[in-house]
């Protein structure tokens, strides 16, 4: 069902008809996501925390990454269902590594004691035996039964790569990030890193809903409110001084004459708009 869901759902995908929904879903952090940008290929307004996907050819909403194996974008609407998946598969590979652990044991515990009188049933077959031995007797084991022998290895070796898979997405609800942002954190560290990153409090009247455009930048009622402003400067001085050019990005809103500014030494300096809390996190991804 999980899978299902996920390869056939297309719920998340924004459209002319549910633009307007979309766009009241996520403010804006003016970090990440910015308000005005027009998507070059649908020709829509991209609401906060969405994207374009460029193989499925359509924006969509919380984007969190698009997923060759179920051939579908993972969005808003079926991370649930992927979230699940994943837990699932997790799930059966341990139990069939399981399985297999069981049958072959029980192969080897006939096997090896079966001339030792009174032992049967008392000691482990692996009692007394070196790790040449135990490493022997379990190829031996695995030759007697190749298919179950070869299922149960696959599936202990691939079971890591699904719970931590899953661990990973558990991480990024608990930082308040979809894979896509966390993209976009990355490329911020960098430039954070570099010195070239500065922050300011955006002015009051940046934030005033009646000055703001309603159909652009709809209210929200966010749960916390912040009023960073970024800017990132390629000649390392902030914003505004006399040794500073114009090359800075972020800086598209007015009323920033005279702001102080700040360099950003460390990614913990910069709110997560995103970030309500672990619980709240969850909620949000699970779509309660």
Sequence with gaps: MFVYKCVTSTSSVINSKNLRQEMQRYPYDHVLFRPGHLCRTCQLLKPARSK????CNVCVA?????CIWVMNCLGRDNYAYFLGMLLSL???LLYGSYLSY???TSTLQNHVLRRAHGMFGRSHWSVGK????YFQLWAWAIAQ???IGGVGMLALMTAPLAFGLFAYHVYLI???MTTNESLKWTDWKEDIADGLVFKCERPSEDNNVSSTNLDVEPYIDWPITSKQHLAICQDGNPPGSSASGHNHS??????????????VESLNEVENLYDLGFWNNVRDALFL
């Excluded at 070196?130 to 031995?133: H, L, N």
């Design 52 to 55: 374009h996907c460029s193989i």
């Design 62 to 66: 919380k984007h969190d990454h698009h």
């Design 90 to 92: 997790a799930t059966l």
């Design 102 to 104: 069981s049958i072959l």
């Design 130 to 133: 070196s790790w040449s031995q």
């Design 145 to 147: 039964d190749v298919r």
């Design 174 to 176: 608990w930082a308040g």
């Design 250 to 263: 972020s800086m598209t809103e007015p009323h920033f004459a005279g702001i102080q500014w700040t360099k």
